[in-house]
């Protein structure tokens, strides 16, 4: 059975309500939890691409990319945990860690089973929870997910 129904999340996953790239965030976090993110993104079987101001180059270690002067390039990590569906990580502090997704990629029961699978594979890596907010409002989670649930739950009535 699926972690939440879109009939029960269809209103979260609407870019007009939600802006089209909500925000996915592990607060508390801490280099090693970045490291985790990176291992499991290479182990994890999706496809991914370590971008350096806008040029794509291996993958370095966490503390190496949290290390980086703060005038450096950009970075990013573009993680596409299946086809047509990308998430992006900025890493620019090690105390959080931040990605965003597009919800037109995460339309219908499809897409919400997608985001839950990540986001419960990227908490279990961590023992975190991991959370989802309307775009640039990472203080109000929706839905995330639960570690002591093992599931994505929602975190908002509607």
């Known amino acids: ?6 009939d029960d999340v269809r209103s979260l996953f609407d870019p007009d309500l939600m ?3 909500p ?3 592990v607060q508390a976090a801490s280099v090693e939890d970045w490291q985790a ?3 499991l993104v290479r182990s994890g079987g999706w ?6 101001g806008g040029a794509a180059v291996p993958l370095p270690s966490a503390a190496e990319v949290l290390e980086r002067p703060a005038d450096a390039d950009t970075v990013e990590l573009r993680v596409w945990p299946v086809p047509d569906v990308l998430t992006i990580f900025r890493p620019m502090s090690a105390e959080e860690i931040d990605f965003d997704v597009d919800l037109r990629e995460l339309q219908g029961q499809g897409g919400v089973d997608v985001l839950c699978g990540f986001l419960a594979a990227v908490g279990r890596r961590l023992g ?3 959370v989802m907010t309307a775009e ?3 203080g ?3 839905l995330g997910f639960d570690p002591a649930a093992d599931r994505v739950v929602l975190m908002v009535d509607l």
């Open 140 to 142: 109000k989670p929706v």
């Open 19 to 21: 802006g089209a790239l």
């Open 136 to 138: 640039g409002d990472c």
């Open 23 to 25: 925000d996915g965030c």
């Open 128 to 130: 975190k929870q991991v």
């Open 47 to 52: 496809r991914w691409e370590y971008r350096e």
């Open 1 to 6: 059975m699926p972690d939440l129904l879109w």
């Open 37 to 39: 993110v990176f291992d």
